[in-house]
Structures are given as structure tokens and as C-alpha cells.
Nanobody
Framework: QIQLVESGGGSVQAGGSLRLSCTAPLFTLNTCAIYWYRQAAGKQREWVAAITFDGSTNYADSVKGRFTISKDRTDAKDTVYLQMHSLKPEDTAMYSC???????????WGQGTQVTVSS
């Protein structure tokens, strides 16, 4: 299990911005992609964005052009950010980050961070 910790959620008005963070142990991003998912109340979990170990990114159509995923490394940890602009009420959800289960990476989930967008 890889310890993933999300932060940065909150309540904003429509049109606002938030930046979510997903911290992981140092060097996690050498072998693991990081995915952001979200789940709104009463709805199925939805994939939002991904960044691979080589920096390639991909986005769900619903957030393309508004969300940007990026990564950073300090001496102590790896961090993946999800910068969210032009937020809409339909972006309201619990956002979680995940590492995929691959030969070089253990599947793990963070605890999530809540984003609420009011109209």
C-alpha cells in the first residue's frame, strides 16, 4: 500500500478555482502514474485526470481545458496537483487520487478531499 494524502478541497462559488494536492512517498512517481477520480453523491466514481511517470497527461472530456494535472518533487515527497479553474456546480464531488495496480506499482487510494461548488 502506498500512502496517498489529498488536500486542498473546499467550498467555492461557480467560476472559482481550487488546487488539490495528492502527496505520495518520495520516488513514487518514478514507477507509478497518478490518477484523480471524483464521486458525487449518489453517482458512480468518475475518472478525471492522469499523469504518468514520464509526465504525460490525460483528461476527461468534462474537465478538459479547465483542469490541469501536474507533478512536483521535493526532498521529502512527491506531489501531484490538480489545478481546477472555472468550476461548475457539477464539479461538486469527493476527489481522490489513486495509483494503478501494475507490475511496478501497488494499487492504492487516498482518503479523498471534498470539493463543493455553489451556483
Amino acid at each position: 500500500q502506498i500512502q496517498l494524502v489529498e488536500s486542498g478541497g473546499g467550498s467555492v462559488q461557480a467560476g472559482g478555482s481550487l488546487r488539490l494536492s495528492c502527496t505520495a512517498p518520495l520516488f513514487t512517481l518514478n514507477t507509478c502514474a497518478i490518477y484523480w477520480y471524483r464521486q458525487a453523491a449518489g453517482k458512480q466514481r468518475e475518472w478525471v485526470a492522469a499523469i504518468t511517470f514520464d509526465g504525460s497527461t490525460n483528461y476527461a472530456d468534462s474537465v478538459k481545458g479547465r483542469f490541469t494535472i501536474s507533478k512536483d518533487r521535493t526532498d521529502a515527497k512527491d506531489t501531484v496537483y490538480l489545478q481546477m479553474h472555472s468550476l461548475k456546480p457539477e464539479d461538486t464531488a469527493m476527489y481522490s487520487c489513486k495509483t494503478p495496480g501494475t507490475r511496478r506499482c501497488v494499487e492504492s487510494w487516498g482518503q479523498g478531499t471534498q470539493v463543493t461548488v455553489s451556483s
